[in-house]
């Protein structure tokens, strides 16, 4: 277990340290905690660890004022697609790229592919939001094809999705929160949030992990996955401390458990297969009268 | 309780609040600050010096300011006067002197007009509705209540209108619904019958009484001047002798202790409102001179048109007269058939259009909208555009049948008290759009009485057993003070059928 | 609950240094979006009077004490000249509110550091050149900088046929050259959207979530969850917007319960 946890962080890091081979990562968001974080963490990473020079690109749909790290600045929105093919295309390739897409709600359905192959090439990374809060509509016209979030969920080759640390208030509640804009104090957009990695191998399988992310310390720990968790740990953490006596079982014990055979297994094996018949066998001691209507018991 | 609060304005209508609670609180340093910022009583507006020392006491303000005045220019310090003498800069101050039916707010001394229902015009809080703004009634349910206020709306004007038929002072648009309609709109209350026959009586004796105001204005052409202090007198009577029931009943009169602290104020605007009787019509009905109708153009794609035709309406009358806009029934299927005036632009655009129309003519137009809200819920995104377009806006729930029948069963001694449904107010002029939230949902309840649109204070009903004596002991006092018991289960009725034959042309 | 006589009156900060409007979000290097969102029952004219108020004279109100901040010293200038722009409201409103709170007449008409504009008679068209006229009218004579205060521009969605994204363009264009604050509705009847894209509540919500993505500071006020109160009007709540501005630039979140009373008079008090 512990050694997945390692090779879980590992995954994550060479990730944002772009070592890992992922053309594509999509981040989505929603108001209660933006991607804007996990975007900074990304650059801090790339910038210390990455030893060959990456020249980032930033495609602002949304962003009024250009980050600092952002080595060219592309103000995008209303602009037609052409204008950014032209850009790319004056642009060399030499150096490793990032390509950051601060969010894909402006991108029509029309557009996307078209958008996403202008900007794949080879040494060349995309890193864009998806605001998960901004209401997704059906086209009208063409009602059966996936929606943008569905492509780009399908293109992409890494995907965040960025929640909040919740504290004494429970899912529903900030989903409700969320869905009227009116964020809860000190909770929301903090830069300590939790994420589940979704990275796809390049057999297309996924690989999932869901971790703490804290910004400013640079740490990351894995979260365990829930289910797991509960199943083994509930049982003992109940029966613990509990009386003075010990309550629980030791593995040992466990298995040892399991290999008692209950009683009566047989039984219920060769005379139970007749159902819920009455078996009636003649035993000398009864008192039987062939005679008495009455008394048949069959 | 609220109605005994605005007692105690009117009461004191002068003083008004200061402003500088909000920014004082440290004790020591809040009396010098004090002083500019309250608005002062008159009697200190008139000593300039009173200013200084103030000025001093915000010592840690004022050197920043007085070193600026070059840049500020003209943001600099300016002693801020009463609010009326601000208003006096604006046009609004003519009307506010000279026509019968504006009288200044008794919150923020803006000029306001009456409703036609005395009892709207309170919990509007103003006593009236301030001009230049707008009252968006919504209605819940199939009945027509909001046609009813509509309608004394603009019957109140109209009797303005005809205090001096030499000039007019009041004109009426009506957009939507033609002049079939208007000629329903409700007459002035004569009083019930028996103070109707005391009339007669007078009118042998002066030969001059309300009807004949109305009905020969040729006469009072002549003699105008006599008349209206006729008038005047006659009112008073007419107060004085319902002081007397009142003294009978005095222990029940709750909501007429109201009603008394007003008495001041109505001597000093007699005509600023009048009661109407549901019942009967105005004769003669308005006429074209007076009301303008504007018709929703069929096959019209937007409402360009009629907004420029209330434009030009306004722009026909002489700028000292009152402009009274109705758009009633909003929206309805049957006026407004076409799909094309139904879809948000549109409609946003309209509403936008007359709040534009309301603003550049504010120093005298006032409009009231009635919307319904089984075909455009409050949950409905449009509505809440509609509303966040409106000034004020009054919500009228009738009870549902239970209710009502268990209201009717209670209260079979005491018809007066069965109500029609709830009031819920959701903005009200001038004191929202400052912050005040003033939404409130079922606190009062309405009733469509045959001489008065009426609100209250919403009580649960509670079933009492043994009561008999009370509620013979409530009952006289009803009686003795309005006839009110029969009307109450006729009106809804009647006030719907009017709206049935209305939709039908 | 206790009322709120029983509180203790509180001064308003935004930013964790106490300030309102701080000098810092006033650097060129970066411009700020400052959302203030309402309710229709609790409109924030006071809250819009005190930030312009601060914008201005580095002073509030609101507060007891007059906090001068050390880093400003008032040389000749105000901290940020402001235009206050509104589609909804026209200058009457406002103005009440300055005389009364400010002893300031922002009706004069012809202010160097403060410019009101309103959209509401004159031509709704030409909102978004006017208000760039005017900041560079405005950005030309001093060297601080423009904040501009936009009241209900989402009317314009609905009233001319302009879409999210050319309004957002728009919005954008104006916040390369100034601090922005846009002051819009967020009632839950607004928000609550559906898959189709011309309901108005689709339209609302994704214009304000997109806002909301690009903020730096949100205001917002509500009226109380338990219906209405003589003592309380509504609550105050201060988020960090989605977007953290520049180092040291540090919303401190927090709630304040508000009361306006009758007379306009406003005071602020912890929760």
């Known amino acids: 277990m512990s050694s997945s946890a390692a090779s879980s962080t590992v995954l994550l890091n060479r990730i944002l340290t772009l070592k890992e081979s992922s053309p594509f990562v999509l981040a989505l968001d929603n108001i209660g905690q933006s991607s804007h974080y996990l975007t900074n963490e990304f650059i801090y990473k790339i910038k210390s660890t990455t030893s060959a020079p990456v020249s980032i690109l930033?495609?602002?749909?949304?962003?009024?004022?250009?980050?600092?790290?952002?080595?060219?600045?592309?103000?995008?929105?209303?602009?037609?697609?052409?204008?950014?093919?032209?850009?790319?295309?004056?642009?060399?390739?030499?150096?490793?790229?990032?390509?950051?897409?601060?969010?894909?709600?402006?991108?029509?359905?029309?557009?996307?592919?078209?958008?996403?192959?202008?900007?794949?090439?080879?040494?060349?990374?995309?890193?864009?939001?998806?605001?998960?809060?901004?209401?997704?509509?059906?086209?009208h016209q063409t009602p059966n094809l996936p929606s943008l979030l569905t492509r780009l969920q399908f293109v992409a080759t890494t995907i965040f999705e960025i929640k909040p640390i919740l504290i004494g208030i429970d899912e529903e509640e900030m989903e409700h929160a969320i869905s009227n804009f009116d964020l809860p104090i000190d909770l929301s957009n903090s830069s300590k949030f939790e994420v589940e990695l979704t990275y796809r191998r390049a057999s297309g399988r996924s690989l999932i992990y869901q971790f703490t992310i804290d910004t400013i310390t640079h740490t990351y720990e894995l979260k365990q996955n829930d289910s797991q968790k509960d199943q083994s740990t509930n049982e003992n953490e109940l029966l613990e401390n509990l009386t003075t006596f010990n309550l629980t079982t030791t593995q040992k014990q466990k298995l040892a458990r399991d290999q008692v055979d209950l009683p009566f297994l047989e039984a219920q094996q060769s005379m139970g297969s007749m159902g819920g018949a009455i078996v009636y066998e003649f035993e000398k001691d009864d008192d039987y009268d062939e005679e008495d209507p009455y008394e048949d018991p069959f | 309780m609220s109605f005994r609060k605005r007692?105690?304005?009117?009461?004191?209508?002068?003083?008004?609040?200061?402003?500088?609670?909000?920014?004082?609180?440290?004790?020591?340093?809040?009396?010098?600050?004090?002083?500019?910022?309250?608005?002062?009583?008159?009697?200190?507006?008139?000593?300039?010096?009173?200013?200084?020392?103030?000025?001093?006491?915000?010592s840690a303000v004022v050197p920043q300011r007085g070193s600026v005045p070059g840049t500020l220019g003209n943001l600099q310090l300016q002693r801020p006067n009463t609010q009326q003498q601000h208003q006096q800069r604006k046009d609004e101050q003519p009307l506010l002197g000279?026509?019968?039916?504006?009288?200044?707010?008794?919150?923020?001394?803006?000029?306001?007009?009456?409703?036609?229902?005395?009892?709207?015009?309170?919990?509007?809080?103003?006593?009236?509705?301030?001009?230049?703004?707008?009252?968006?009634?919504?209605?819940?349910?199939?009945?027509?209540?909001?046609?009813?206020?509509?309608?004394?709306?603009?019957?109140?004007?109209?009797?303005?209108?005809?205090?001096?038929?030499?000039?007019?002072?009041?004109?009426?648009?009506?957009?939507?619904?033609?002049?079939?309609?208007?000629?329903?709109?409700?007459?002035?209350?004569?009083?019930?019958?028996?103070?109707?026959?005391?009339?007669?009586?007078?009118?042998?004796?002066?030969?001059?009484?309300?009807?004949?105001?109305?009905?020969?204005?040729?006469?009072?052409?002549?003699?105008?001047?006599?008349?209206?202090?006729?008038?005047?007198?006659?009112?008073?009577?007419?107060?004085?002798?319902?002081?007397?029931?009142?003294?009978?009943?005095?222990?029940?009169?709750?909501?007429?202790?109201?009603?008394?602290?007003?008495?001041?104020?109505?001597?000093?605007?007699?005509?600023?409102?009048?009661?109407?009787?549901?019942?009967?019509?105005?004769?003669?009905?308005?006429?074209?001179?007076?009301?303008?109708?504007?018709?929703?153009?069929?096959r019209s794609k937007s409402y360009d048109l009629v907004l420029k035709?209330?434009?030009?309406?306004?722009?026909?009358?002489?700028?000292?007269?009152?402009?009274?806009?109705?758009?009633?029934?909003?929206?309805?299927?049957?006026?407004?058939?076409?799909?094309?005036?139904?879809?948000?632009?549109n409609v946003i655009q309209f509403i936008h259009g007359l709040k534009r129309i309301l603003k550049t003519h504010q120093s005298r137009t006032t409009l009231l909208i009635s919307l319904n809200l089984d075909l455009f819920p409050r949950s409905n995104p449009m509505t809440s555009l509609i509303e966040m377009l409106s000034d004020a806006i009054i919500e009228l729930r009738p009870f549902d049948p239970q209710l009502y029948n268990l209201m009717e069963k209670i209260y079979k001694n005491q018809p007066a008290k069965i109500?029609?449904?709830?009031?819920?107010?959701?903005?009200?002029?001038?004191?929202?759009?400052?912050?005040?939230?003033?939404?409130?949902?079922?606190?009062?309840?309405?009733?469509?009485?045959?001489?008065?649109?009426?609100?209250?204070?919403?009580?649960?009903?509670?079933?009492?057993?043994?009561?008999?004596?009370?509620?013979?002991?409530?009952?006289?006092?009803?009686?003795?003070?309005?006839?009110?018991?029969?009307?109450?289960?006729?009106?809804?009725?009647?006030?719907?059928?009017?709206?049935?034959?209305?939709i039908e042309f | 609950m206790t009322s709120s006589s029983d509180l203790q009156h509180q001064d308003l900060a935004v930013y964790q240094d106490s300030s309102i409007v701080s000098h810092r979000t006033l650097s060129p290097s970066y411009n700020h979006l400052n959302l203030i969102l309402h309710h229709q029952s609790t409109k924030p004219t006071w809250l819009t009077v005190a930030l312009v108020e601060n914008c201005l004279l580095d002073t509030c109100y609101l507060n007891t004490v007059k906090t001068k901040n050390s880093g400003y010293t008032l040389n000749g200038n105000v901290k940020s000249e402001v235009i206050l722009a509104s589609f909804i409201n026209d200058l009457n409103v406002y103005s009440k509110q300055f005389i009364k709170f400010l002893n300031l007449d922002i009706s004069a008409p012809s202010s160097p550091n403060f410019k009101f504009l309103e959209f509401l008679k004159k031509d709704i068209d030409r909102w978004f050149e006017t208000i760039q006229l005017e900041i560079s009218k405005l950005s030309q004579k001093t060297s601080s900088k423009v904040t501009v205060f936009l009241e209900n521009p989402e009317l314009l969605l609905f009233i001319t046929n302009c879409t999210i994204n050319q309004l957002l363009e728009k919005l954008q264009i104006l916040n390369q050259q100034c601090n922005l604050f846009i002051i819009s509705n967020s009632d839950p009847s607004l928000l609550d959207h559906t898959e189709f894209e011309n309901d108005i509540s689709t339209i609302y919500s994704t214009y304000l979530a997109k806002l909301i993505h690009k903020s730096n500071l949100i205001l917002s006020l509500c009226p109380l969850k338990t219906g209405r109160a003589n003592d309380i009007t509504g609550q105050l709540k201060i988020n960090k917007g989605l977007i953290s501005s520049i180092p040291n630039v540090i919303v401190k979140e927090r709630e304040y319960l508000y009361l306006v009373n009758k007379d306009g008079n406003v005071k602020l008090f912890f929760r």
């Open chain 1, 58 to 139: 930033y495609l602002s749909y949304e962003t009024t004022n250009k980050p600092e790290y952002a080595d060219e600045f592309l103000l995008c929105l209303g602009k037609p697609l052409s204008y950014i093919k032209d850009h790319l295309s004056k642009k060399q390739q030499i150096t490793k790229t990032l390509i950051i897409v601060d969010s894909f709600n402006y991108i029509t359905d029309d557009d996307l592919s078209e958008f996403l192959a202008t900007l794949f090439s080879p040494n060349t990374t995309i890193y864009g939001t998806y605001h998960l809060s901004v209401p997704t509509v059906k086209n």
């Open chain 2, 7 to 58: 007692g105690e304005i009117v009461g004191s209508p002068n003083v008004i609040p200061s402003a500088v609670p909000g920014r004082g609180g440290a004790p020591p340093a809040a009396p010098p600050v004090a002083l500019p910022n309250t608005r002062q009583p008159p009697a200190m507006q008139s000593m300039p010096s009173s200013f200084r020392p103030a000025v001093q006491g915000r």
């Open chain 2, 98 to 298: 000279s026509h019968p039916g504006v009288r200044p707010s008794i919150l923020t001394s803006e000029p306001c007009i009456s409703t036609g229902s005395s009892d709207i015009d309170k919990i509007l809080a103003h006593q009236g509705l301030p001009i230049g703004t707008s009252l968006l009634i919504e209605e819940n349910g199939t009945t027509d209540f909001s046609s009813t206020l509509l309608k004394i709306y603009l019957s109140q004007g109209i009797v303005q209108n005809r205090l001096n038929p030499s000039s007019q002072n009041t004109h009426l648009i009506l957009v939507g619904l033609d002049q079939t309609w208007a000629k329903t709109l409700p007459g002035v209350y004569k009083g019930s019958s028996k103070e109707r026959k005391k009339l007669a009586v007078k009118e042998n004796e002066s030969k001059v009484s309300v009807s004949n105001l109305i009905d020969s204005q040729q006469q009072q052409q002549l003699q105008l001047q006599k008349e209206h202090i006729l008038a005047q007198k006659q009112k008073q009577q007419q107060q004085e002798s319902s002081n007397n029931d009142l003294k009978i009943a005095w222990r029940y009169g709750l909501q007429r202790k109201s009603e008394k602290s007003e008495d001041l104020s109505e001597s000093q605007y007699p005509n600023y409102n009048n009661q109407f009787d549901i019942t009967s019509t105005l004769i003669p009905s308005a006429s074209p001179k007076e009301l303008t109708s504007i018709s929703i153009p069929t």
């Open chain 2, 309 to 345: 035709q209330i434009e030009q309406a306004i722009q026909r009358q002489p700028p000292n007269v009152l402009i009274r806009i109705a758009v009633p029934l909003f929206l309805n299927p049957m006026i407004y058939h076409e799909s094309q005036l139904q879809t948000t632009t």
């Open chain 2, 419 to 502: 109500k029609h449904g709830h009031l819920n107010i959701h903005k009200l002029p001038t004191l929202s759009d400052v912050g005040l939230m003033c939404v409130q949902d079922m606190e009062y309840s309405f009733k469509n009485g045959k001489k008065k649109f009426q609100v209250e204070e919403w009580s649960i009903p509670v079933e009492e057993e043994d009561t008999d004596n009370h509620n013979a002991n409530a009952n006289s006092s009803s009686a003795h003070g309005h006839d009110e018991p029969d009307v109450a289960s006729v009106n809804p009725m009647s006030s719907k059928r009017q709206t049935t034959t209305d």
